[in-house]
């Protein structure tokens, strides 16, 4: 199993032990950072091209563990088209730590983050 496949199990099953339903377990993933945030209010723009399966997603999230962020952040933001949107927040690169193990932190989405899919 990939290290990707661990943590979005870890996540999954995270969210279901806080009581939330899951509607699926189909998923996409987009990488926060490589996406534009044009208001002020923070809320993030998405093009559908952006939303990756795990599976296409698998590589990068590999490449990201390597390069020696002390933490990497993953949480749901919610369901579109019958997908789970899964966030993955990455630290700007004043964090790099290489050689060092990067941790991989849950969340639940939040009020202040907005995601709109374009």
């Not at 490449?63 to 002390?70: A, C, H, R, T, V």
């Not at 004043?94 to 849950?106: E, F």
Request: some cysteine; overall charge negative.
């Amino acid at each position: 199993m990939s290290a990707l496949s661990l943590h979005l199990d870890r996540l999954l099953r995270w969210l279901e032990g806080n009581g939330l339903q899951l509607p699926s377990r189909d998923i996409r993933i987009v990488e926060i950072g490589q996406i534009r945030q044009t208001s002020t209010d923070g809320t993030y723009h998405v093009r559908r091209d952006q939303l990756l399966s795990p599976l296409d997603y698998e590589t990068r999230f590999d490449e990201l563990l390597e390069k020696g962020y002390s933490w990497l952040n993953m949480s749901c933001y919610g369901v579109h088209d019958g997908s789970l949107i899964v966030a993955i927040e990455v630290p700007g690169p004043r964090t790099l730590y290489p050689g060092c193990p990067t941790s991989v932190k849950l969340s639940a989405p939040s009020a202040a983050r907005i995601l709109t899919i374009e």
